[in-house]
């Protein structure tokens, strides 16, 4: 077993779910059904990429900072 955190925001009338560590993400009408889509695609993901590493995350914090640009 893998295990795999994430990160859910609504994104206009969607929900988007990302993994954290590996590129992967999805949608859904709802926060579950985002969760059960991401979780879906990370499996497929495995399957493709059998090899693939999983990078251990231990306790993440989403923080937030502010940029200037021009």
Do not use: C
């Amino acid at each position: 077993m893998k295990q795999i955190h994430s990160v859910i925001w609504k994104e206009n009338k969607w929900f988007v779910a990302k993994a954290l560590e590996i590129e992967v993400a999805s949608q859904g009408k709802t926060e579950k059904e985002a969760l059960r889509n991401l979780k879906e695609a990370v499996e497929l993901y495995f399957e493709d990429n059998k090899k693939a590493e999983v990078v251990p995350i231990k306790k993440p914090k989403i923080q937030d900072f502010t940029i200037s640009f021009s």
